[in-house]
């Protein structure tokens, strides 16, 4: 096997300029979708969803309400 140097990787202030830029876009538009997602469930709750009520089989095609 060949033994080789490793690997070297150098970062610009620019390119961590570039990936905080990046990083500060990404958390606002996931700020945005979760207060969206706030909105609506204010907006629309949703009720009785911890019990919901059985239905007979009977029920269920019809037959008996």
Same mark, same amino acid.
């Given at each position: 096997?060949?033994?080789?140097?490793?690997?070297?990787?150098?970062?610009?202030?620019?390119? !961590?300029?570039?990936?905080?830029? $990046? +990083? *500060? %876009? &990404?958390?606002?538009?996931?700020?945005? !979708?979760?207060?969206?997602?706030? $909105? +609506? *469930? %204010? &907006?629309?709750?949703?009720?009785?969803?911890?019990?919901?009520?059985?239905?007979?089989?009977?029920?269920?095609?019809?037959?008996?309400?």
């Amino acid at each position: 096997m060949i033994n080789r140097k490793p690997t070297r990787i150098e970062l610009n202030m620019e390119d !961590i300029e570039e990936y905080e830029d $990046l +990083k *500060k %876009e &990404q958390t606002e538009a996931a700020s945005k !979708i979760s207060n969206n997602n706030q $909105l +609506k *469930k %204010e &907006q629309f709750p949703l009720t009785n969803t911890s019990n919901p009520p059985k239905k007979t089989t009977a029920q269920i095609i019809g037959y008996e309400k």
